[in-house]
């Protein structure tokens, strides 16, 4: 033992040291300190020049202060001198402070990068590693500009010491984590991957984490390292525990570097070359079959170490995904982990368990295992490791363990740790969704969930139960009856208060009958809880109560008196104060017919993707990957939509082959236009125009889209797996799509399943029918898939087109908006000049006529405007328009409802600029009901205006309710109002639903117009 | 790779911080406290290892001193167990019984210990012969040193 270590001469620091230990308090220590600042500040100033000894202690306790937790604002210069210090341990203590204390200071930086660079080239192996040691510490911008270039020759050089190539292997990954882009590749990236094959395992050790690193990101120039890591892990695993003498870690041989080399591994797919594919597989046998043998020495670093590459090779296989023999094995050593006696093993055994649940292969396995995961749920000690249970039931869940594993996790609510609950709640609550077959058991959860962890339960999950409901006829009663009965609890829970408001609001009529719960029972009920709730929820249960006047007329005179109290007419809250006058206002003003309307019951929800699994996302972060997997397996049940059933239909492949579709008139530019698709009057401007709207609906792939706005057949979507052809008629209201869907692979689609879904308002106008496809595609071979559709009333959006199919055990998820579009039910329609202009006359009023002005990127061939024009759907009619240059069509829109006559100009000019006007004439009662919905879309005042006063003479109100909403967002808040009272005006002619919307949505603004 | 390391005591007093990705000042202050009120919060015989932001938690306690380091989430927790085990042989070795006070008074000399075992958040050697040969050569350089160097001076108040 070296006796130097204990006083190195020293002496003043360790005296320095000392007194701040004994301080009794921490002014003392600041006292301490500050005389002692004074005093190094006095002797860096002094006159006389310090010897390197003294700048080295006094630099050296200024680092013991700032390690105290002081801030230091001076001797960096004295650090700097101690780098070009001769003596070691005065270059030690200064490359020490400058690692410490970075300071970006531009001089200093050039000093120390300087000191650094004479020690690089010192040839002094001491002196070379302390000056990589400095760098790796740092690792700035400008340390990687000024070195990048020389370390990887230090690193490569035949005569560089083992000690330094270590070094500089590390330090040079420290860079490139720091600024890639500095770090160039090149000739000595291939040098670095035959360090796998050093004699030196030091240098093996250490040059191997900057391999995977750089493995990782550029995979294909260092896949060499495939074979050399496998033969160097054969090596190792077949090694004896003393072969590698200090290298075997208490009887391990190499574990750290084992570990490393199953981890570079990582970063490939399993090796294509037989020979080193079972050499790989042999050691990974290898280390399994020696978790089997006694252990050869009792201390707990041997088992760690040897667990630790059992784990990393149990990743290795997890990663493959290909050796169901192994995986299984893996999953059987972990089942004996998990009932081990070592706590950290058995958390590791549920962490690495997670992953393999998400294996089709292991999935099984891993449930063979549910009653130890769960009775650890329920005994371990350690929260960390009951939190990593729960995530494992949560894994494991299927549809067969479902109900166990809620009710478990229920359970364990009642007693979970405060840290976790939120987190369990919305484990809970996406489980019981995705795997309810009946829904009163989803119900019950839920409601069991707000009982037992009401504080945890969020906004989403009780917004999710809500749209559930209401969605899921069935359900509606049995919910009803749930709540009332929780809401008997003598306490309960806000979050129950709401959502029994809400369901007893809309469907409390389905439990009224029994004397027990009758009307003014639930009503009793849910007002004794109003004075114990927030702002919110009284907002909400006063919109119960308006409900409750309108389901059970009984309640009226009962409720009108609750809304005409003062604590509710004169509420101090704005939002309480003016839903009392208005629902008071409304229950005594409107008839039993408009009462009806106006509270009618919730329309269904638009199916979307659960906003609690989005939360748990966002919470988790990349760990609810795996969830997300499953989840494509798993879908279907809640959100898969009504519109499946039937046989599959596979088809020979006469898909037709497309031709490459050119753009419509060859005008549009290359940006695809995308999102919130054009509604049915600003179609055809939007096809024409330039570039399209911005705003894109994420994550759905529409690039063909607007191909087919004029023709029928082609390919609407290709990827390196999977091509869909399409091929499509329509006659009248009326329409038949066949989608083809091609296996490009010569692997077998599993799993392969296709929706088709109407977001939003769509699910009213467009009414869309497919048959289901057989879940097996095999590769290379084609299925086809008949959808039939008509065509309701006009229409903005587009149906969305999902495919779900696993290849290769990755899951696939392709979404696309189908094209169908509302000129597809155009019916062509001959007439002669003098009708055309005729009608073109009466359809004189601004608005119901569409104009658009373009430029013709690409010149105008008559031949193709024409047969864009016809493929529009129109027809084009010839010796009309005395301009022998404008094209002219006519056609009428067939819907189910109405039918909507259009005529249509297109006026070249010279300067290749393209007009085209549109005018639209209803054949029923509804005039300019295409034009209204593009000026609608626009965000002029004046236009919206017009499309207003319009809506309101057609009685349109849904327009008018669209046009306030619309001009509401764009600011105009006068127009709305206005849009609002026009409304008013106007008896109830179609629905009032949406008007209700538009009231909850924006009734603290509107207050003020509506007492006028 | 490794992105800090902690040695602090049963009080929660910090002895040594390695930090081996840039941290603001601020930022590492949070981090302390939070490893320390949470380490020190844990019972006797949880298991070592915590989930944190997105980093591992590995700690160990080696008798007043606990070890504590965060590691990237795709790291082993075992092996990191076995870097704080193989740290504390090092310096056990050097200080010969090394106790909490021979962290104190001589920090520096733990911090250079550290660097020739890990570099940049990564094992450089793991060897226990190969590291203590040039830790000690390190120090024969500075013994030559100090024999030249006036130590009498260094006697009394400086």
């Known amino acids: 033992m070296p006796a130097v270590s204990k006083g190195d001469g020293m002496r003043g620091l360790a005296v320095f040291i000392s007194d701040i230990r004994n301080c009794k308090s921490k002014e003392a220590e600041i006292k301490r300190i500050n005389k002692e600042l004074a005093n190094i500040r006095s002797k860096f100033k002094g006159d006389k020049a310090l010897d390197g000894y003294s700048k080295k202690k006094y630099v050296c306790k200024l680092l013991f202060i700032f390690l105290l937790g002081h801030d230091i604002d001076f001797g960096h210069m004295e650090a700097v001198n101690l780098l070009s210090s001769n003596k070691y341990t005065e270059k030690q203590i200064g490359y020490l402070f400058i690692s410490v204390l970075v300071n970006s200071n531009s001089e200093l930086i050039r000093l120390i990068n300087n000191a650094i660079k004479n020690d690089l080239s010192s040839r002094n192996p001491t002196f070379m590693c302390l000056a990589l040691h400095c760098i790796a510490n740092v690792g700035s911008r400008e340390m990687a500009e000024a070195f990048a270039g020389e370390i990887p020759r230090i690193l490569v050089a035949g005569d560089t010491m083992d000690s330094v190539k270590q070094s500089a292997a590390l330090c040079l990954l420290r860079l490139y984590k720091a600024s890639p882009d500095l770090v160039l590749m090149g000739e000595w990236t291939s040098r670095v991957v035959h360090l796998l094959n050093d004699q030196h395992m030091g240098v093996v050790t250490a040059a191997i984490s900057l391999i995977t690193c750089l493995s990782s990101k550029n995979p294909d120039e260092f896949k060499t390292c495939v074979s050399l890591a496998v033969s160097r892990l054969s090596r190792i695993v077949s090694s004896a525990s003393t072969d590698l003498q200090d290298y075997t870690y208490y009887f391990v041989p190499a574990p750290w570097l084992s570990c490393k080399l199953l981890r570079l591994l990582q970063c490939y797919p399993p090796p294509e070359d037989g020979a080193v594919k079972g050499r790989l597989v042999e050691c990974l046998e290898t280390i399994l079959n020696k978790a089997q043998e006694p252990p050869k020495s009792k201390k707990v670093q041997h088992s760690n170490a040897k667990n630790a590459i059992l784990f990393e090779a149990i990743s290795l296989i997890i990663h493959y995904d290909s050796e169901p023999n192994l995986l299984v094995r893996a999953c059987n050593q972990l089942g004996q982990f998990l009932q081990h006696r070592e706590t950290n093993l058995r958390y590791l055994a549920l962490e690495s368990m997670c992953t393999l649940a998400s294996s089709e292969f292991s999935h099984e396995a891993v449930k063979t295992h549910i009653e130890t995961v769960i009775n650890a749920l329920k005994t371990e000690r350690d929260v960390s490791v009951r939190q990593r249970a729960a995530d494992l039931l949560y894994a494991m869940c299927d549809r067969s363990n479902a109900k166990q594993i809620v009710a478990e996790m229920l359970s364990y609510l009642e007693t979970a740790d405060y840290s976790i609950r939120e987190e369990m709640v919305l484990k809970v609550a996406i489980l019981a969704e995705k795997y309810a077959v009946d829904y009163s058991w989803y119900v019950d959860t839920i409601l069991n969930l707000i009982r037992i962890a009401g504080d945890y339960v969020s906004e989403e999950v009780w917004y999710r139960v809500i749209q559930i409901v209401i969605n899921r006829d069935d359900v509606q009663g049995y919910a009803a009856k749930t709540v009332f009965e929780a809401l008997q609890a003598p306490a309960c829970h806000e979050n129950m208060v709401k959502v029994g408001g809400y369901i007893l609001g809309e469907f409390g009529n389905l439990i009224a009958g029994d004397p027990r719960s009758s009307p003014l029972v639930q009503f009793n009920l849910l007002h004794s809880k109003f004075h114990l709730c927030s702002v919110p929820t009284r907002a909400l249960l006063l919109s119960a109560y308006i409900k409750f006047i309108n389901l059970f007329p009984e309640t009226k005179a009962t409720i009108q008196e609750v809304l005409r109290s003062d604590s509710q007419i004169r509420n101090s809250d704005v939002e309480l104060q003016q839903r009392a006058v208005e629902y008071l206002k409304l229950s005594s003003i409107a008839s039993t017919d408009v009462l009806a309307t106006v509270l009618e019951e919730m329309p269904p929800f638009p199916e979307r993707e659960s906003s609690i699994l989005a939360k748990l996302k966002k919470k988790k972060g990349p760990g609810a990957v795996s969830v997300e997997l499953e989840d494509g397996k798993e879908r279907g049940e809640l959100n898969g939509g009504g519109d499946r059933g039937g046989d599959a239909a596979i088809a020979a492949s006469n898909a037709s082959t497309p031709s490459p579709s050119a753009d419509l008139l060859g005008l549009r530019s290359a940006a695809p236009v995308s999102g919130a698709a054009p509604s049915a009057g600003s179609l055809l401007v939007d096809v024409f125009s330039e570039a399209g709207p911005a705003a894109a609906s994420a994550g759905v792939n529409d690039d063909g889209f607007l191909r087919f706005v004029c023709k029928n057949n082609g390919v609407l979507f290709e990827n390196q797996l999977l091509q869909i052809g399409i091929k499509s008629e329509y006659r009248q209201n009326l329409g038949r ?229 619309q001009a509401w967002r764009a600011g105009n808040t006068q127009l709305a109002l206005f849009s609002l009272a026009l409304f008013l005006s106007h008896s109830p002619p179609l629905s009032f639903t949406p008007f209700f919307h538009f009231l909850i949505h924006f009734s603290p603004h509107i207050d003020s117009t509506l007492s006028h | 790779m490794m992105h800090f390391l902690l040695l602090f005591s049963r009080q929660g007093k910090l002895r040594l911080q390695k930090w081996f990705t840039p941290v603001p000042e601020r930022e590492k202050k949070k981090i302390v406290r939070d490893m320390t009120t949470m380490v020190l919060g844990r019972k006797p015989r949880s298991c070592n290892f915590l989930h944190w932001k997105d980093l591992k938690i590995v700690y160990k306690k080696y008798a007043s001193l606990y070890f504590c380091c965060g590691l990237d989430a795709e790291e082993n927790e075992l092996l990191a167990l076995e870097v704080l085990h193989r740290y504390v042989e090092l310096l056990d070795k050097y200080f010969g019984n090394v106790c909490e006070l021979d962290i104190i008074f001589n920090f520096e000399k733990a911090y250079f210990i550290l660097d020739e075992f890990l570099l940049g958040g990564e094992v450089q050697e793991t060897s226990k012969q190969v590291l203590s040969r040039s830790i000690e050569a390190s120090d024969m350089l500075q013994e030559a040193e100090i024999d030249n160097s006036d130590y009498d001076l260094e006697l009394g108040w400086p």
């Open chain 1, 737 to 965: 799509m066949y989608l083809f869907y091609g296996n490009k692979t010569s692997v077998q689609f599993v799993s392969f399943s296709t929706t088709v879904s109407c977001p939003g308002e769509l699910q009213s106008q467009l009414n869309v029918q497919t048959k289901t496809v057989e879940p097996l595609v095999e590769g290379g071979a084609q299925v086809q898939q008949v959808i039939n559709i008509e065509c309701l009333t006009d229409f903005v959006d587009a149906p969305l087109l999902n495919i779900k199919f696993r290849y290769g055990g990755a899951l696939q998820n392709i979404s696309l908006k189908l094209p169908v579009t509302i000129n597809k039910f155009f019916q062509p329609t001959e007439m002669a000049a003098a009708d055309f202009f005729q009608r073109w006359k009466q359809l004189s009023q601004p608005q119901q006529e569409a104009q658009k002005i373009f430029k013709a990127s690409h010149g105008m061939d008559t031949e193709v405007l024409k047969a864009k024009l016809l493929g529009l759907g129109t027809a084009l009619l010839e010796n009309v328009d005395p301009n022998p240059e404008n094209y002219v069509c006519a056609g009428v829109i067939q819907t189910k409802a109405q039918q909507v006559g259009c005529l249509l100009r297109l006026e070249p000019n010279a300067q290749a600029q393209v007009r085209t006007r549109a005018r639209a004439h209803t054949q029923m009662y509804m005039h300019t009901h295409t034009q209204m919905y593009m000026h609608i879309h626009t965000q002029s005042p004046s236009v919206l205006l017009c499309a207003a006063l319009i809506a309101s003479l057609t009685a349109v109100c849904v327009f008018l309710c669209a046009a306030a909403n």
